[in-house]
């Protein structure tokens, strides 16, 4: 049958127009992290001497316990609670399946900050103890909250839901069969557990504490609150502090090997080893009933992650904000509200409609470049925030610059910031940061259009671009929204970039309760912090669901 001309994506030695434009996309995410390995090669003189002999030790170190501390907890959090809310019975399973991921919802920023404000020397808790057993300062030990150990607890308990959702979603996906067999065979559930569950669900595993990881070596707010000197502390002191913007570069390409070691370790995890059902018996997953100590030791371990990780910062912050929210909650609290509602709205409807083009591309032209360039394009998720904020604000300020000089030579006017420092600049490294997120909600979406939808357009006339618009789009708007919103609540959240790339006199409610935990008003930045997290409850309530009909054969009414 012959093709339409406009569905032909190859004349003769010409190149496809969807190729291109996949290319061009991947090419605009990779840019910022080829910028900063360029300018990390720049010599730098004395100051990268000076800081290899002074703190260089100390953020290869602080950060490499990090990603041990937070990658162990959250494995031990989120894989323990996972096979527990999956494979027993026990009261109140069904809300755990539910709210362990609602820690999800709260950035690490906001907690540190909350238990700071409950935990240290003025806070409440110490002062009960104080009033309760007559206590001076020199009477009594409290652990020391702003240390390594302390953001590594603070990171856990808002990342372990990465593992527990993959975790669960991979037990819920896995036969009948296996679990029978090793019962059968005289397997104990924990010998069950540990010798047929966990290997079947390794990938899902591997992948979870590296998006874990990923989002520490990302993190800014906490070990800067908290004294802890790693590589995002570093890049923010040499470009704000010293005004060295190439040791930053620097710094941005070390912690930028940080990840690909990440996501090679985590790539060499698997090796050859291939992880398949053999079964396609999918039925109700047999259930370990507990009882007594065993109950009550499940319910602990499932309420204890819950209680620390939302129910405590979560009340903490509904309090404060009661408190201060007459004199907190005004015009200048609006106008923070309306500019992290414009910049995520903007971010959003950018990455879901590079995502749709990204994944159309792929689906018309069906070639292994359209397929690579997506896979590029998802690893920008990979790129810190500050490493992102340092491949695309030095480049734009250089071109800010030449610009300027050659309007004032030539015509004596200053052209000023056209680029960087504007609303441009900090959609650009969102759109880096956060594409992942929506390109793989679109293409998972898309994939489940039948090819016979394409065919039936086709033979009406209609071109792609007709057929995007009046087929695939209103099947796919569910998926759309769904993108949306999780991109809009990633960029709420966002911090290091926003911090670094935001237009002067530009502030957001991120920025707002950073810089009053550093004046240490605690309480005065609850009502930002709260709305951040009302915010973030929406997509932890999408996943919650999207997981639990995620098993094969079941359905959720």
């Not at 501390?69 to 031990?76: I, S």
């Not at 989002?215 to 704000?240: C, H, K, M, P, S």
């Amino acid at each position: 049958m012959d093709v339409p001309g406009r569905f032909r994506f190859m004349a003769g030695r010409g190149v496809d127009p969807w190729t291109l434009l996949a290319l061009g996309l991947a090419l605009l995410v990779a840019l910022p992290v080829i910028a900063v390995f360029g300018l990390a090669a720049i010599p730098t003189g004395p100051i990268w001497r000076h800081l290899a002999e002074t703190v260089l030790l100390s953020y290869v170190g602080n950060t490499i316990g990090l990603l041990l501390g937070v990658g162990t907890g959250v494995l031990a959090i989120g894989v323990g609670t996972a096979w527990l809310v999956t494979m027993c019975r026990f009261p109140g399973r069904r809300l755990f399946q539910i709210v362990l991921l609602l820690p999800m919802a709260i950035p690490a920023y906001v907690i540190a900050h909350t238990y700071t404000g409950l935990l240290d020397f003025s806070g409440p808790v110490q002062t009960a103890l104080r009033l309760a057993f007559g206590w001076s300062r020199r009477d009594y030990w409290f652990p020391e909250l702003r240390s390594l150990g302390g953001a590594i607890t603070m990171l856990t308990l808002v990342l372990y839901p990465y593992v527990y959702m993959l975790a669960r979603a991979a037990f819920l996906e896995q036969s009948v069969c296996v679990i029978e067999i090793s019962r059968t065979l005289g397997r104990s559930p924990w010998r069950s557990f540990f010798e047929v569950a966990l290997p079947l669900a390794r990938p899902a595993l591997a992948a979870g504490v590296t998006l874990a990881l990923m989002e520490t070596l990302n993190d800014y707010g906490t070990v800067q609150y908290f004294a802890v000197d790693t590589f995002a502390t570093g890049i923010f002191r040499a470009w704000f502090g010293m005004g060295q913007p190439g040791v930053a570069a620097q710094l941005a390409a070390m912690l930028m090997l940080f990840v690909l070691a990440l996501v090679l370790a985590e790539r060499l995890s698997r090796g050859r080893a291939r992880f398949h059902q053999t079964s396609t018996r999918y039925q109700e997953l047999p259930g370990y009933r507990l009882r007594g100590g065993r109950a009550a030791f499940a319910v602990l371990a499932c309420a204890v992650p819950v209680l620390l990780g939302f129910v405590v910062p979560a009340t903490a912050l509904a309090v404060w904000a009661v408190e201060t929210a007459p004199r907190m909650v005004d015009l200048q609290f609006l106008a923070l509200a309306r500019n992290s509602f414009l910049l995520a709205a903007i971010a959003a409807l950018a990455a879901v409609g590079c995502a749709v083009l990204l994944a159309y591309s792929q689906r018309l032209s069906r070639s292994r470049a359209v397929a690579a360039a997506n896979r590029v394009a998802a690893m920008g998720y990979a790129a810190p925030g500050l490493v992102v904020a340092v491949g695309i604000m030095l480049p734009f300020a250089e071109f800010d610059n030449r610009i300027d000089a050659f309007m004032r030579a030539q015509f004596g006017l200053s052209t000023g910031l056209l680029l960087s420092g504007t609303l441009i600049a900090v959609t650009y490294a969102y759109l880096v940061r956060f594409l992942a997120v929506a390109l793989g909600t679109v293409e998972a979406s898309l994939a489940k259009v039948t090819p016979n939808m394409d065919q039936a357009a086709r033979t009406l006339g209609h071109g792609p671009i007709a057929t995007l618009r009046r087929v695939h789009a209103p099947i796919m708007r569910p998926s759309l929204i769904t993108a949306g919103t999780l991109v809009f609540v990633d960029v709420m959240k966002e911090l290091p970039a926003t911090l670094v790339m935001r237009p002067f006199n530009f502030d957001t409610l991120a920025i707002r309760v950073f810089e009053l935990a550093g004046d240490e008003r605690l309480a005065d930045s609850a009502s930002a912090a709260l709305a951040i997290v009302l915010v973030g409850i929406v997509p932890v309530a999408l996943l919650a669901r999207a997981i639990q009909r995620g098993r094969p054969g079941h359905s959720v009414p």
